[in-house]
């Protein structure tokens, strides 16, 4: 799923494939801020708060944990039959993580 994702956004509105090393590597960015990535197989999306909550809700994926404990509120861990909603709510990264990257 991820890489059909890097396939349509890399080289547009701003979107890049992040290189190098460590954490970020791989994920898609925008402005040097990641909108997208893959962590324990899943792809991740960063994304408004109150749009994770309707998408968990809706049984499209959970809170993404990054290890700490507890869920980050701005990030969803799309579950398996989120695939066809995936480029949909990646582009919605994408404008949410670009018009945050003036902050």
Same mark, same amino acid.
């Given at each position: ?8 956004? %890399? ?33 991740? $999306? ?19 944990? %990054? ?17 066809? $909603?995936? $480029? ?6 994408? %404008? ?8």
């Amino acid at each position: 799923m991820f890489a059909s994702l890097v396939e349509a956004l %890399a080289g547009h509105d701003g979107a890049e494939l992040a290189d190098g090393r460590g954490f970020g590597s791989g994920a898609l960015q925008v402005r040097g801020r990641i909108f997208a990535m893959v962590s324990g197989g899943r792809v991740i $999306l960063k994304l408004p708060a109150a749009r994770v909550s309707e998408l968990v809700s809706s049984g499209n994926g959970v809170a993404f944990d %990054a290890g700490r404990g507890r869920p980050m509120r701005e990030w969803i861990a799309l579950s398996d039959g989120a695939t066809t $909603l995936s $480029l949909e709510l990646a582009r919605e990264a994408l %404008a949410f993580v670009r018009g945050n990257a003036d902050e």
